[in-house]
């Protein structure tokens, strides 16, 4: 069975411009989780999603936002950028968090603001 | 009252010493304690979990041991090698709603 997939894996971008990040999840996996990670804060919660429907959000501005498809595939966006968004960007998919609480993470879209 | 505490935040041990990381949470309505492990340039992987009915669980060379009234959860690895290199974050999570990660220790075993 494939891992959790994530597209773009490196990325470099200037302030004030956005971004897509794409993720793919374990097929079977319906509940799709956004991470950010940097050296200073660490692992933070962004956004759950299951079922097309964000379940959860963590304390992240408005400019993080995400979506999930049909498939279970999800994307998020980061508008606006600012050089502190500069973090690894991962995401993690569970058949479902309510249930298990088991999550699988991909290996991350690491994004440079300059 | 969401954190959890990690520490130490990095460690060395030698080629088949225990290698122990401790966790402290705040939240008693923290009902899945699972801990990662980070390679360099990789995405956390599920190491082993644990729930708060249980005060030990035992994986290969990797141990989870609870303690529900002291709020509390450790890491144990037994005879330590250079492959466990890597950072290990302790996480836990309410119902399945997200995971609160502690801050990561970097451990280092040498040959």
């Known amino acids: 069975k494939a891992g959790v997939t994530q597209t773009p894996r490196y990325l470099i971008k200037t302030r004030g411009q956005q971004v897509t990040l794409s993720c793919s999840p374990i097929?079977?996996?319906?509940?799709v989780s956004w991470y950010q990670q940097t050296p200073g804060q660490g692992l933070q919660f962004l956004f759950e999603?299951?079922?097309?429907?964000?379940?959860n959000k963590g304390n992240f501005p408005g400019r993080f936002s995400g979506r999930q498809f049909s498939n279970s595939r999800s994307e998020m966006n980061v508008s606006t950028l600012e050089l502190g968004d500069s973090a690894l960007y991962l995401c993690a998919s569970s058949e479902d968090l309510t249930n298990t609480g088991e999550l699988f993470f991909g290996e991350g879209s690491r994004l440079t603001v300059l | 009252q969401q954190q959890v505490k990690q520490s130490p935040q990095s460690l060395i041990v030698q080629k088949g010493g225990i290698s122990i990381i401790n966790c402290a949470y705040e939240n008693t309505a923290f009902d899945y304690f699972p801990w990662y492990q980070q390679f360099p340039g990789k995405g956390p992987a599920l190491l082993i979990a644990?729930?708060?009915?249980?005060s030990e669980k035992k994986e290969g060379r990797f141990t989870i041991s609870f303690n529900k009234s002291a709020k509390q959860f450790s890491l144990h690895i037994m005879d330590s090698q250079p492959g466990d290199s890597a950072t290990y974050f302790c996480a836990a999570m309410y119902r399945g709603s997200r995971l609160t990660f502690g801050e990561g220790t970097q451990l280092t075993v040498n040959p």
């Open positions: 644990i729930r708060p009915d249980v």
């Open positions: 097929s079977g996996h319906r509940s």
């Open positions: 999603y299951f079922s097309e429907t964000q379940r």
